[in-house]
């Protein structure tokens, strides 16, 4: 069977796109953990 590349160029688009959802929920996620410098700083003088 002969490989289209317009094909294979579609199933590459849609795994970066699949691979930026994934990104983009994994930082959405992050954003409840993020520390900022002056919380670490307030802990640690305590």
Known sequence: ???DPI???I???RQKLLKMERLKA???QDR???VS???V???SYS
Do not use: F, G, W
Request: charged fraction near 45%; proline fraction near 0%; avoid cysteine.
């Open 41 to 43: 700083r307030k802990t």
């Open 37 to 39: 410098t002056i919380s």
């Open 11 to 13: 199933h590459q688009t």
């Open 1 to 3: 069977m002969k490989r």
């Open 32 to 34: 409840d953990r993020v």
């Open 26 to 28: 994994a930082e959405i």
């Open 7 to 9: 094909v294979e160029e």
